[in-house]
Protein backbone atom coordinates (compact mmCIF):
# COMPACT_ATOMS: atom_id res chain seq x y z
CA UNK A 1 0.00 0.00 0.00
CA UNK A 2 1.21 3.53 -1.21
CA UNK A 3 2.12 5.91 1.95
CA UNK A 4 -0.99 8.42 1.22
CA UNK A 5 -0.79 12.41 1.99
CA UNK A 6 -4.17 13.17 2.76
CA UNK A 7 -3.66 16.68 3.23
CA UNK A 8 -1.77 20.00 2.41
CA UNK A 9 -2.20 20.90 5.75
CA UNK A 10 0.89 21.33 8.65
CA UNK A 11 0.92 17.66 9.90
CA UNK A 12 2.06 17.62 13.73
CA UNK A 13 5.76 17.19 14.65
CA UNK A 14 6.73 15.85 17.67
CA UNK A 15 9.34 13.06 19.22
CA UNK A 16 7.01 10.93 21.34
CA UNK A 17 8.65 9.69 24.03
CA UNK A 18 7.62 5.77 25.12
CA UNK A 19 7.95 4.93 28.57
CA UNK A 20 7.87 1.36 29.03
CA UNK A 21 8.36 0.67 25.20
CA UNK A 22 9.74 -3.13 25.56
CA UNK A 23 6.05 -3.98 27.05
CA UNK A 24 2.57 -5.49 25.54
CA UNK A 25 0.82 -2.08 24.98
CA UNK A 26 3.52 -0.38 22.76
CA UNK A 27 3.85 -3.44 21.20
CA UNK A 28 -0.06 -4.18 20.45
CA UNK A 29 -1.12 -1.05 20.18
CA UNK A 30 0.94 1.81 20.24
CA UNK A 31 3.68 0.90 17.02
CA UNK A 32 0.90 -0.18 14.49
CA UNK A 33 -0.99 2.96 15.79
CA UNK A 34 1.98 5.58 15.17
CA UNK A 35 2.55 3.42 11.82
CA UNK A 36 -1.14 3.69 10.37
CA UNK A 37 -1.17 7.86 11.21
CA UNK A 38 2.43 7.77 9.08
CA UNK A 39 1.29 5.91 6.14
CA UNK A 40 -2.07 7.08 6.11
CA UNK A 41 -0.32 11.29 5.86
CA UNK A 42 -1.67 12.16 9.29
CA UNK A 43 1.67 12.71 10.58
CA UNK A 44 4.26 13.51 8.03
CA UNK A 45 8.51 12.57 8.39
CA UNK A 46 8.98 15.25 11.19
CA UNK A 47 8.66 12.77 14.28
CA UNK A 48 11.00 10.56 16.49
CA UNK A 49 9.92 7.50 19.02
CA UNK A 50 12.06 7.40 22.04
CA UNK A 51 11.74 3.91 22.99
CA UNK A 52 12.48 3.52 27.06
CA UNK A 53 12.73 0.64 29.77
CA UNK A 54 15.31 -1.25 31.65
CA UNK A 55 15.99 -4.25 29.29
CA UNK A 56 19.41 -2.98 27.06
CA UNK A 57 18.47 -2.91 24.25
CA UNK A 58 20.03 -1.57 20.87
CA UNK A 59 18.28 1.04 18.43
CA UNK A 60 18.50 -2.12 16.13
CA UNK A 61 16.93 -4.44 18.27
CA UNK A 62 14.20 -2.17 19.00
CA UNK A 63 13.81 -1.32 15.15
CA UNK A 64 13.16 -5.38 14.77
CA UNK A 65 10.60 -5.88 17.31
CA UNK A 66 8.90 -2.45 16.06
CA UNK A 67 8.89 -4.46 13.01
CA UNK A 68 7.24 -8.05 14.57
CA UNK A 69 4.67 -5.66 16.45
CA UNK A 70 3.75 -4.08 12.93
CA UNK A 71 3.81 -7.59 11.12
CA UNK A 72 1.80 -9.01 13.61
CA UNK A 73 -1.00 -6.04 14.48
CA UNK A 74 -1.03 -5.31 10.72
CA UNK A 75 -0.71 -8.67 9.29
CA UNK A 76 1.50 -6.98 6.61
CA UNK A 77 4.87 -8.01 4.74
CA UNK A 78 5.63 -4.19 3.57
CA UNK A 79 9.45 -2.73 3.96
CA UNK A 80 8.77 -1.02 7.34
CA UNK A 81 12.94 0.64 7.07
CA UNK A 82 12.06 3.79 6.56
CA UNK A 83 9.25 4.34 9.43
CA UNK A 84 11.57 2.57 11.94
CA UNK A 85 14.34 4.31 11.02
CA UNK A 86 12.35 7.25 13.37
CA UNK A 87 12.45 4.93 16.22
CA UNK A 88 15.56 5.18 18.81
CA UNK A 89 16.01 3.27 21.96
CA UNK A 90 17.49 4.00 25.20
CA UNK A 91 18.23 2.02 28.16
CA UNK A 92 16.16 3.66 31.03
CA UNK A 93 15.27 2.80 34.80
CA UNK A 94 12.35 5.14 35.79
CA UNK A 95 13.79 5.47 39.02
CA UNK A 96 17.46 6.37 38.42
CA UNK A 97 17.67 10.32 38.30
CA UNK A 98 20.51 10.16 36.30
CA UNK A 99 18.75 8.62 33.85
CA UNK A 100 16.34 11.87 33.47
CA UNK A 101 19.85 13.86 32.47
CA UNK A 102 20.82 11.91 29.46
CA UNK A 103 17.33 11.31 27.93
CA UNK A 104 17.08 15.03 27.82
CA UNK A 105 20.27 14.84 25.71
CA UNK A 106 19.06 12.81 23.25
CA UNK A 107 15.97 14.14 22.57
CA UNK A 108 17.36 17.60 22.01
CA UNK A 109 19.05 16.15 19.14
CA UNK A 110 16.19 14.69 18.15
CA UNK A 111 14.57 17.71 17.86
CA UNK A 112 16.75 19.26 15.47
CA UNK A 113 17.54 16.07 13.28
CA UNK A 114 13.99 15.64 12.86
CA UNK A 115 12.57 19.28 13.06
CA UNK A 116 9.64 18.66 15.38
CA UNK A 117 9.86 22.47 17.18
CA UNK A 118 10.53 21.29 20.73
CA UNK A 119 7.17 19.50 20.44
CA UNK A 120 7.43 16.63 23.31
CA UNK A 121 5.20 13.78 24.13
CA UNK A 122 6.11 11.27 27.34
CA UNK A 123 3.22 8.49 27.25
CA UNK A 124 3.62 6.89 30.39
CA UNK A 125 2.83 2.79 28.81
CA UNK A 126 3.98 1.64 32.08
CA UNK A 127 2.79 0.18 35.38
CA UNK A 128 0.80 2.94 36.95
CA UNK A 129 3.21 3.09 40.36
CA UNK A 130 5.46 5.58 38.50
CA UNK A 131 3.23 8.04 36.93
CA UNK A 132 3.55 10.41 39.82
CA UNK A 133 7.36 9.62 40.23
CA UNK A 134 8.03 9.95 36.69
CA UNK A 135 5.98 13.46 35.83
CA UNK A 136 7.98 14.86 38.90
CA UNK A 137 11.19 13.94 37.47
CA UNK A 138 10.33 15.13 34.26
CA UNK A 139 9.58 18.65 35.67
CA UNK A 140 12.55 18.43 37.83
CA UNK A 141 15.30 17.50 35.38
CA UNK A 142 13.93 20.18 32.68
CA UNK A 143 12.43 17.82 30.27
CA UNK A 144 9.33 20.51 29.84
CA UNK A 145 11.49 23.24 29.46
CA UNK A 146 11.60 22.82 24.98
CA UNK A 147 10.62 25.50 22.62
CA UNK A 148 7.29 23.92 21.71
CA UNK A 149 4.61 22.38 23.67
CA UNK A 150 5.01 18.86 25.91
CA UNK A 151 2.14 16.91 27.27
CA UNK A 152 1.60 13.81 29.11
CA UNK A 153 -0.19 10.75 28.19
CA UNK A 154 -1.25 8.46 31.25
CA UNK A 155 -2.37 4.83 30.63
CA UNK A 156 -5.50 3.96 32.47
CA UNK A 157 -6.18 2.67 36.02
CA UNK A 158 -5.47 6.28 37.43
CA UNK A 159 -5.77 5.13 40.92
CA UNK A 160 -6.96 2.16 42.66
CA UNK A 161 -9.78 4.20 44.38
CA UNK A 162 -10.86 7.74 44.91
CA UNK A 163 -8.30 8.57 47.65
CA UNK A 164 -5.47 7.06 45.70
CA UNK A 165 -6.77 8.93 42.16
CA UNK A 166 -6.82 12.17 44.04
CA UNK A 167 -2.71 11.43 45.59
CA UNK A 168 -1.61 10.43 41.73
CA UNK A 169 -3.43 13.71 40.18
CA UNK A 170 -2.06 15.61 43.13
CA UNK A 171 1.96 14.29 42.22
CA UNK A 172 1.29 15.08 38.41
CA UNK A 173 -0.26 18.19 38.70
CA UNK A 174 2.45 19.60 40.33
CA UNK A 175 4.06 19.05 37.28
CA UNK A 176 1.26 18.89 34.94
CA UNK A 177 -1.28 21.85 33.96
CA UNK A 178 -4.99 19.88 33.54
CA UNK A 179 -4.66 20.56 30.03
CA UNK A 180 -0.93 19.01 29.62
CA UNK A 181 -2.87 15.79 30.76
CA UNK A 182 -4.17 13.33 28.50
CA UNK A 183 -5.90 10.28 30.32
CA UNK A 184 -6.59 7.88 28.00
CA UNK A 185 -9.20 5.75 28.27
CA UNK A 186 -9.37 3.76 24.77
CA UNK A 187 -13.56 3.16 24.60
CA UNK A 188 -13.50 7.37 23.80
CA UNK A 189 -11.86 6.75 20.39
CA UNK A 190 -13.57 3.78 19.16
CA UNK A 191 -15.41 5.05 16.52
CA UNK A 192 -19.01 3.81 17.24
CA UNK A 193 -18.45 5.71 21.05
CA UNK A 194 -17.54 8.64 19.29
CA UNK A 195 -20.72 8.27 16.83
CA UNK A 196 -22.81 7.67 20.15
CA UNK A 197 -23.03 11.57 20.27
CA UNK A 198 -23.57 12.21 16.79
CA UNK A 199 -26.28 9.75 16.78
CA UNK A 200 -28.54 11.80 19.86
CA UNK A 201 -27.34 15.87 19.04
CA UNK A 202 -27.75 15.15 15.11
CA UNK A 203 -31.15 13.51 14.77
CA UNK A 204 -34.50 15.35 16.03
CA UNK A 205 -36.29 12.12 16.02
CA UNK A 206 -33.90 10.66 18.66
CA UNK A 207 -33.19 13.75 20.57
CA UNK A 208 -37.03 14.56 21.16
CA UNK A 209 -37.40 11.21 22.64
CA UNK A 210 -34.18 10.95 24.65
CA UNK A 211 -35.77 11.10 28.14
CA UNK A 212 -37.74 9.49 30.88
CA UNK A 213 -41.09 10.07 29.05
CA UNK A 214 -39.85 7.52 25.86
CA UNK A 215 -37.38 5.75 27.03
CA UNK A 216 -37.84 2.75 28.93
CA UNK A 217 -34.17 1.73 29.84
CA UNK A 218 -30.54 1.18 28.67
CA UNK A 219 -28.13 -1.66 28.42
CA UNK A 220 -24.45 -1.41 27.94
CA UNK A 221 -23.38 -4.85 27.28
CA UNK A 222 -19.40 -5.19 27.19
CA UNK A 223 -18.87 -9.23 27.09
CA UNK A 224 -15.12 -10.65 26.53
CA UNK A 225 -13.99 -13.95 25.32
CA UNK A 226 -10.45 -13.40 26.55
CA UNK A 227 -9.65 -14.37 30.19
CA UNK A 228 -7.19 -12.88 32.48
CA UNK A 229 -4.38 -14.34 30.01
CA UNK A 230 -0.44 -12.90 31.47
CA UNK A 231 -2.35 -9.83 33.35
CA UNK A 232 -3.46 -12.10 36.61
CA UNK A 233 -1.06 -9.83 38.65
CA UNK A 234 -2.33 -6.46 37.48
CA UNK A 235 -6.27 -8.16 36.92
CA UNK A 236 -6.51 -9.87 40.42
CA UNK A 237 -5.73 -6.67 41.96
CA UNK A 238 -8.25 -4.73 40.01
CA UNK A 239 -10.94 -6.68 38.76
CA UNK A 240 -13.82 -5.73 36.35
CA UNK A 241 -15.19 -2.56 38.20
CA UNK A 242 -11.93 -1.13 38.32
CA UNK A 243 -10.80 -2.55 35.13
CA UNK A 244 -13.91 -1.57 33.03
CA UNK A 245 -16.73 -0.02 34.95
CA UNK A 246 -15.20 3.07 36.55
CA UNK A 247 -13.99 3.75 33.22
CA UNK A 248 -15.31 2.78 29.67
CA UNK A 249 -18.78 1.35 31.05
CA UNK A 250 -19.45 4.44 32.82
CA UNK A 251 -17.76 6.80 30.05
CA UNK A 252 -20.33 5.49 27.81
CA UNK A 253 -23.04 6.27 30.38
CA UNK A 254 -22.04 9.41 30.51
CA UNK A 255 -22.09 10.18 27.02
CA UNK A 256 -25.80 8.21 26.69
CA UNK A 257 -26.95 10.57 29.48
CA UNK A 258 -25.23 14.07 29.31
CA UNK A 259 -26.96 17.28 27.94
CA UNK A 260 -26.57 18.33 24.57
CA UNK A 261 -23.37 20.43 24.73
CA UNK A 262 -23.94 24.37 23.51
CA UNK A 263 -20.76 24.04 21.69
CA UNK A 264 -18.51 21.27 20.29
CA UNK A 265 -15.58 22.74 22.30
CA UNK A 266 -13.94 20.03 24.49
CA UNK A 267 -15.10 22.42 27.62
CA UNK A 268 -19.06 22.34 26.69
CA UNK A 269 -18.48 18.69 25.96
CA UNK A 270 -16.78 17.86 29.15
CA UNK A 271 -18.72 19.90 30.99
CA UNK A 272 -22.16 18.16 30.34
CA UNK A 273 -20.16 14.73 30.87
CA UNK A 274 -19.44 15.90 34.42
CA UNK A 275 -22.41 17.12 34.96
CA UNK A 276 -24.10 13.38 34.04
CA UNK A 277 -21.75 11.63 36.15
CA UNK A 278 -22.48 14.22 39.08
CA UNK A 279 -26.36 13.06 38.67
CA UNK A 280 -25.39 9.21 39.43
CA UNK A 281 -27.28 7.63 42.20
CA UNK A 282 -24.64 7.34 45.28
CA UNK A 283 -25.79 4.13 46.76
CA UNK A 284 -25.76 3.84 50.55
CA UNK A 285 -23.76 0.28 50.80
CA UNK A 286 -26.62 -2.02 52.37
CA UNK A 287 -28.39 -0.83 48.80
CA UNK A 288 -25.02 -2.15 46.74
CA UNK A 289 -26.58 -5.56 46.91
CA UNK A 290 -30.12 -4.44 45.34
CA UNK A 291 -28.03 -2.61 42.41
CA UNK A 292 -25.07 -4.42 41.87
CA UNK A 293 -23.47 -8.31 40.82
CA UNK A 294 -20.45 -9.61 40.51
CA UNK A 295 -19.33 -13.05 39.22
CA UNK A 296 -16.16 -14.78 38.34
CA UNK A 297 -15.57 -17.23 36.06
CA UNK A 298 -15.48 -20.77 36.61
CA UNK A 299 -14.50 -23.34 33.61
CA UNK A 300 -16.82 -24.06 30.80
CA UNK A 301 -16.74 -24.01 27.02
CA UNK A 302 -16.24 -21.56 24.50
CA UNK A 303 -16.22 -22.48 21.04
CA UNK A 304 -15.53 -25.66 21.24
CA UNK A 305 -12.23 -24.93 23.81
CA UNK A 306 -11.97 -26.40 27.49
CA UNK A 307 -11.02 -23.44 29.34
CA UNK A 308 -10.30 -23.66 33.02
CA UNK A 309 -11.68 -21.55 35.98
CA UNK A 310 -10.26 -18.11 36.63
CA UNK A 311 -8.57 -19.37 39.87
CA UNK A 312 -7.14 -21.90 38.08
CA UNK A 313 -5.22 -19.68 35.65
CA UNK A 314 -2.40 -18.91 37.74
CA UNK A 315 -1.26 -20.35 41.23
CA UNK A 316 -1.89 -16.91 42.84
CA UNK A 317 -5.38 -16.69 41.81
CA UNK A 318 -5.50 -20.45 43.66
CA UNK A 319 -8.59 -18.95 45.92
CA UNK A 320 -9.16 -15.11 44.81
CA UNK A 321 -12.14 -13.25 45.61
CA UNK A 322 -11.62 -10.98 42.37
CA UNK A 323 -14.38 -10.47 40.05
CA UNK A 324 -14.28 -11.14 36.44
CA UNK A 325 -17.46 -9.73 35.75
CA UNK A 326 -19.98 -7.29 36.99
CA UNK A 327 -23.62 -6.16 36.30
CA UNK A 328 -25.03 -2.97 37.52
CA UNK A 329 -28.19 -1.07 37.37
CA UNK A 330 -26.61 3.10 37.42
CA UNK A 331 -29.80 5.73 38.16
CA UNK A 332 -29.39 9.21 36.96
CA UNK A 333 -31.46 11.34 39.15
CA UNK A 334 -31.79 14.33 37.20
CA UNK A 335 -35.20 15.59 35.13
CA UNK A 336 -34.13 13.84 31.96
CA UNK A 337 -33.65 10.70 33.57
CA UNK A 338 -35.85 9.80 36.65
CA UNK A 339 -36.73 6.60 37.06
CA UNK A 340 -34.97 4.93 33.71
CA UNK A 341 -32.47 2.44 34.58
CA UNK A 342 -29.27 2.36 32.75
CA UNK A 343 -28.25 -1.52 33.33
CA UNK A 344 -24.39 -2.29 32.54
CA UNK A 345 -22.43 -5.38 32.11
CA UNK A 346 -19.54 -6.50 31.54
CA UNK A 347 -17.03 -9.48 32.23
CA UNK A 348 -14.27 -12.12 31.05
CA UNK A 349 -14.80 -15.96 29.44
CA UNK A 350 -18.46 -14.81 28.45
CA UNK A 351 -20.24 -16.31 25.40
CA UNK A 352 -19.11 -13.68 22.61
CA UNK A 353 -16.89 -10.45 22.27
CA UNK A 354 -19.00 -7.63 22.16
CA UNK A 355 -19.61 -3.93 23.14
CA UNK A 356 -23.41 -2.85 22.06
CA UNK A 357 -25.75 -0.51 23.36
CA UNK A 358 -29.94 -1.10 23.58
CA UNK A 359 -32.11 1.90 24.03
CA UNK A 360 -35.13 0.57 24.91
CA UNK A 361 -38.15 2.73 23.73
CA UNK A 362 -41.80 2.48 26.15
CA UNK A 363 -44.09 0.83 24.64
CA UNK A 364 -47.12 2.75 23.50
CA UNK A 365 -50.45 2.66 25.55
CA UNK A 366 -52.29 0.50 23.08
CA UNK A 367 -51.26 -1.89 20.25
CA UNK A 368 -53.83 -3.40 18.81
CA UNK A 369 -51.53 -5.14 15.89
CA UNK A 370 -50.22 -8.19 17.91
CA UNK A 371 -52.86 -11.12 19.21
CA UNK A 372 -50.55 -12.49 22.09
CA UNK A 373 -49.20 -9.83 25.06
CA UNK A 374 -46.37 -11.77 24.19
CA UNK A 375 -45.43 -10.97 20.95
CA UNK A 376 -45.12 -7.54 21.33
CA UNK A 377 -41.83 -5.94 20.39
CA UNK A 378 -41.02 -2.33 21.95
CA UNK A 379 -38.79 0.10 19.54
CA UNK A 380 -35.14 -0.71 20.47
CA UNK A 381 -32.08 1.64 18.71
CA UNK A 382 -28.97 -0.67 18.96
CA UNK A 383 -25.64 0.74 18.85
CA UNK A 384 -23.38 -1.58 18.15
CA UNK A 385 -19.61 -0.62 18.88
CA UNK A 386 -17.61 -3.79 18.22
CA UNK A 387 -17.06 -6.10 16.43
CA UNK A 388 -19.76 -4.78 13.72
CA UNK A 389 -19.73 -1.05 14.26
CA UNK A 390 -23.12 0.15 12.94
CA UNK A 391 -26.55 1.03 14.21
CA UNK A 392 -29.91 -1.06 14.13
CA UNK A 393 -32.83 0.23 14.63
CA UNK A 394 -36.15 -1.89 15.77
CA UNK A 395 -39.54 -0.47 14.60
CA UNK A 396 -43.18 -3.22 13.88
CA UNK A 397 -44.27 -3.04 10.74
CA UNK A 398 -47.22 -4.87 8.89
CA UNK A 399 -46.71 -8.93 8.44
CA UNK A 400 -46.90 -9.40 4.67
CA UNK A 401 -50.05 -11.11 3.11
CA UNK A 402 -53.54 -10.79 4.46
CA UNK A 403 -54.60 -9.26 8.00
CA UNK A 404 -53.16 -6.74 9.41
CA UNK A 405 -50.73 -8.09 12.49
CA UNK A 406 -47.18 -6.37 12.69
CA UNK A 407 -44.35 -7.89 13.20
CA UNK A 408 -40.65 -6.47 14.25
CA UNK A 409 -38.33 -5.49 11.59
CA UNK A 410 -34.49 -3.88 11.65
CA UNK A 411 -33.42 -0.60 9.43
CA UNK A 412 -29.66 -1.10 9.69
CA UNK A 413 -26.58 0.89 9.23
CA UNK A 414 -23.42 -1.17 9.18
CA UNK A 415 -20.26 1.17 9.25
CA UNK A 416 -17.94 -0.25 7.58
CA UNK A 417 -19.90 -1.57 4.29
CA UNK A 418 -21.06 2.29 3.94
CA UNK A 419 -17.33 3.97 4.33
CA UNK A 420 -15.69 1.36 2.52
CA UNK A 421 -12.55 1.08 4.70
CA UNK A 422 -11.65 -0.21 8.22
CA UNK A 423 -12.29 2.13 10.84
CA UNK A 424 -9.29 3.81 12.35
CA UNK A 425 -7.92 1.74 15.52
CA UNK A 426 -8.97 3.84 19.06
CA UNK A 427 -5.54 4.21 20.29
CA UNK A 428 -4.35 5.73 16.51
CA UNK A 429 -6.89 8.34 16.48
CA UNK A 430 -6.28 9.17 20.45
CA UNK A 431 -2.89 9.39 19.70
CA UNK A 432 -3.26 11.86 16.68
CA UNK A 433 -5.74 13.95 19.05
CA UNK A 434 -3.26 14.41 21.35
CA UNK A 435 -0.75 15.49 18.91
CA UNK A 436 -3.17 18.31 17.28
CA UNK A 437 -3.71 19.01 20.92
CA UNK A 438 -7.34 18.28 21.38
CA UNK A 439 -8.47 16.53 24.76
CA UNK A 440 -12.17 15.77 24.07
CA UNK A 441 -12.14 12.25 23.70
CA UNK A 442 -9.56 12.37 27.24
CA UNK A 443 -11.01 12.23 30.72
CA UNK A 444 -10.83 15.04 32.77
CA UNK A 445 -9.87 15.17 36.00
CA UNK A 446 -13.57 15.94 37.70
CA UNK A 447 -14.92 12.90 35.04
CA UNK A 448 -12.46 10.05 36.99
CA UNK A 449 -12.94 11.98 40.21
CA UNK A 450 -16.80 11.10 40.11
CA UNK A 451 -16.81 7.65 39.08
CA UNK A 452 -13.91 6.69 41.70
CA UNK A 453 -16.72 8.56 44.41
CA UNK A 454 -19.42 6.61 42.58
CA UNK A 455 -17.49 3.28 42.07
CA UNK A 456 -15.49 3.17 45.50
CA UNK A 457 -19.18 2.15 47.39
CA UNK A 458 -19.86 -0.59 45.44
CA UNK A 459 -16.50 -2.17 45.91
CA UNK A 460 -16.53 -1.42 49.65
CA UNK A 461 -18.55 -3.75 49.92
CA UNK A 462 -17.55 -6.04 48.23
CA UNK A 463 -14.47 -5.65 50.38
CA UNK A 464 -16.36 -6.56 53.27
CA UNK A 465 -18.11 -9.99 51.91
CA UNK A 466 -16.52 -12.47 50.67
CA UNK A 467 -18.30 -13.87 47.34
CA UNK A 468 -19.42 -17.15 46.32
CA UNK A 469 -17.22 -17.95 43.56
CA UNK A 470 -17.20 -18.97 41.01
CA UNK A 471 -20.56 -18.04 39.49
CA UNK A 472 -20.72 -18.40 35.99
CA UNK A 473 -19.77 -21.05 33.28
CA UNK A 474 -16.98 -19.71 30.80
CA UNK A 475 -19.01 -19.33 27.77
CA UNK A 476 -22.18 -18.29 29.24
CA UNK A 477 -23.73 -14.50 29.82
CA UNK A 478 -22.55 -14.05 33.32
CA UNK A 479 -24.44 -15.42 36.82
CA UNK A 480 -28.11 -16.10 36.71
CA UNK A 481 -28.47 -12.72 39.11
CA UNK A 482 -27.44 -10.85 36.32
CA UNK A 483 -30.90 -11.49 34.77
CA UNK A 484 -32.72 -11.55 38.18
CA UNK A 485 -31.22 -7.67 38.28
CA UNK A 486 -33.78 -7.17 35.02
CA UNK A 487 -36.81 -9.24 35.65
CA UNK A 488 -37.11 -7.31 38.97
CA UNK A 489 -37.92 -4.81 37.34
CA UNK A 490 -39.94 -6.21 34.38
CA UNK A 491 -37.34 -6.47 31.68
CA UNK A 492 -34.71 -8.54 30.18
CA UNK A 493 -31.20 -8.12 28.68
CA UNK A 494 -31.75 -8.07 24.56
CA UNK A 495 -29.71 -10.90 22.59
CA UNK A 496 -29.65 -9.22 19.64
CA UNK A 497 -26.44 -10.28 18.13
CA UNK A 498 -27.76 -12.90 16.85
CA UNK A 499 -30.38 -11.35 14.37
CA UNK A 500 -27.71 -8.84 12.98
N1 LIG B 1 -1.57 -4.20 27.73
C1 LIG B 1 -2.80 -3.71 27.52
O1 LIG B 1 -3.59 -4.19 26.69
C2 LIG B 1 -3.26 -2.51 28.29
C3 LIG B 1 -2.41 -1.86 29.16
N2 LIG B 1 -2.85 -0.74 29.81
C4 LIG B 1 -1.96 -0.03 30.73
O2 LIG B 1 -0.74 0.31 30.08
C5 LIG B 1 0.33 0.27 30.98
C6 LIG B 1 1.39 -0.70 30.45
O3 LIG B 1 0.83 -1.99 30.36
P1 LIG B 1 1.59 -3.20 29.64
O4 LIG B 1 2.30 -2.74 28.43
O5 LIG B 1 0.58 -4.28 29.51
O6 LIG B 1 2.66 -3.62 30.76
P2 LIG B 1 3.95 -4.53 30.58
O7 LIG B 1 4.19 -5.16 31.91
O8 LIG B 1 3.86 -5.40 29.38
O9 LIG B 1 5.11 -3.48 30.30
C7 LIG B 1 5.70 -2.70 31.32
C8 LIG B 1 6.87 -1.92 30.72
O10 LIG B 1 7.48 -1.15 31.74
C9 LIG B 1 8.89 -1.34 31.68
N3 LIG B 1 9.44 -1.10 33.03
C10 LIG B 1 9.11 -1.74 34.18
N4 LIG B 1 9.81 -1.23 35.21
C11 LIG B 1 10.57 -0.23 34.70
C12 LIG B 1 11.50 0.69 35.26
N5 LIG B 1 11.81 0.71 36.57
N6 LIG B 1 12.10 1.58 34.45
C13 LIG B 1 11.82 1.60 33.12
N7 LIG B 1 10.96 0.75 32.54
C14 LIG B 1 10.34 -0.16 33.32
C15 LIG B 1 9.04 -2.75 31.18
O11 LIG B 1 10.25 -2.99 30.52
P3 LIG B 1 11.60 -3.55 31.19
O12 LIG B 1 11.20 -4.78 31.95
O13 LIG B 1 12.48 -3.79 30.03
O14 LIG B 1 12.09 -2.47 32.05
C16 LIG B 1 7.94 -2.77 30.11
O15 LIG B 1 8.40 -2.14 28.95
C17 LIG B 1 -0.27 -0.13 32.33
O16 LIG B 1 -0.61 1.03 33.03
C18 LIG B 1 -1.55 -0.86 31.92
O17 LIG B 1 -2.52 -0.83 32.94
C19 LIG B 1 -4.10 -0.21 29.59
C20 LIG B 1 -4.98 -0.82 28.73
C21 LIG B 1 -4.66 -2.04 28.04
O1 LIG C 1 -9.06 -1.50 29.26
C1 LIG C 1 -9.28 -2.68 29.06
O2 LIG C 1 -9.98 -3.02 27.98
C2 LIG C 1 -9.90 -4.33 27.44
C3 LIG C 1 -11.09 -4.47 26.51
O3 LIG C 1 -10.93 -3.53 25.48
P1 LIG C 1 -11.59 -3.79 24.05
O4 LIG C 1 -11.23 -2.60 23.26
O5 LIG C 1 -10.98 -5.06 23.54
O6 LIG C 1 -13.04 -3.96 24.30
C4 LIG C 1 -9.92 -5.39 28.51
O7 LIG C 1 -9.64 -6.65 27.93
C5 LIG C 1 -8.86 -5.08 29.53
O8 LIG C 1 -8.96 -6.02 30.60
C6 LIG C 1 -9.01 -3.69 30.08
O9 LIG C 1 -7.86 -3.37 30.85
Redesign the pocket.
Known amino acids: MERLFLTNLHTPKAVIVIFGATGDLAKRKLFPSIYKLYKSGKIGDDFAVVGLARRPWTNEVFRTNVRESLQNALSMEEDTEEFTSHFYYHPFDVTQAESYTELNGLITDLESTYNTDGNRIFYLAMAPEYFGSIAHRLEEYGLKNSDGWTRLVIE?PFGHDLKSAKELNKEIRVAFNEDQIYRID??LG?EMVQNIEVIRFANGIFEHLWNNRSISNVQIT?S?E?GVEE?ARY?DHSGAAR??VQ??MLQMVALLAMEPPIKLTTDEIRSEKVKALRALRQLEPEEVDEYFVRGQYGKGTIKGNELVGYREEANELHDSNTETFVAGKVMIDNYRWAGVPFYIRTG?RMAE?C?KIVVEFKDIPMNLYYKEEAEKHPNLLVINI?PNEGITLYLNAKKSGMGSMAEPIQLSYTNNGVSGINTPE?YEKLLFDCMIGDTTNFTHWDEVAHSWAFIDTVLNRWQEVKADFPNYTSGSMGPDAANQLLEKDGFHWWDVAKSE
Do not use: G, I, P, V
Open positions: KHYKSELRYDMNHKKTQA
